[in-house]
């Protein structure tokens, strides 16, 4: 993102009927998504303490939960596991996790108010380390429209 500032000479003043908005992102990537479903671009295998493993891709929005003010969605698990991962926003970053606390076993630090505008770089912890995962994203699964201002 580019910014110019600039320090005007002298100001002029437009009636409500000249000023036009103008959509500043056009930009296809960066669609909203309506559906309230998401898919990661990589398929994530979690190791349950039973020794059981769960791939999960897919998330669906919890409608009416929030947390700063970012959407919560619930990863849409295979067979009728017991456990359940969130995707969620806390203290600045993006996370995965099995609670929609402060505590994740992913997270990518990004201001976005919706995960299918994190454009920053997912991080996993395993092994007692986090790894940078430069090939995950974050995807709309359903109908998604440019919306314009």
């Known amino acids: 993102m580019v910014y110019i ?3 005007p000479s002298s100001y002029n003043f437009l009636s409500a009927d000249t000023i036009r908005p103008r959509c500043m992102d056009a930009d296809p990537g960066f669609q909203r998504c309506d559906s309230g479903q998401l898919t990661l671009n990589k398929q994530l295998t979690y190791h349950l303490d039973n020794g059981r493993t769960v791939n999960i891709t897919r998330y669906e929005q919890l409608h009416g939960r929030y ?3 970012r959407p919560i969605y619930k990863a849409s698990i295979p067979g009728s596991s017991s456990v359940t991962v969130y995707l969620y926003h806390a203290n600045g970053s993006w996370r995965l996790g099995y609670d929609y606390s402060t505590s994740g076993f992913a997270r990518v630090s990004d ?3 919706r995960p299918e505008f994190i454009t920053a770089v997912w991080e996993l912890h395993y092994s007692g380390v986090w790894h940078r995962k430069l090939d ?3 995807r ?10």
């Open 5 to 7: 500032c600039c320090i």
């Open 67 to 69: 947390t700063d003010y």
């Open 111 to 113: 201001t976005a108010l």
């Open 136 to 138: 995950l994203k974050v």
């Open 140 to 149: 709309c699964s359903g109908t998604c429209r440019l919306q314009l201002l």
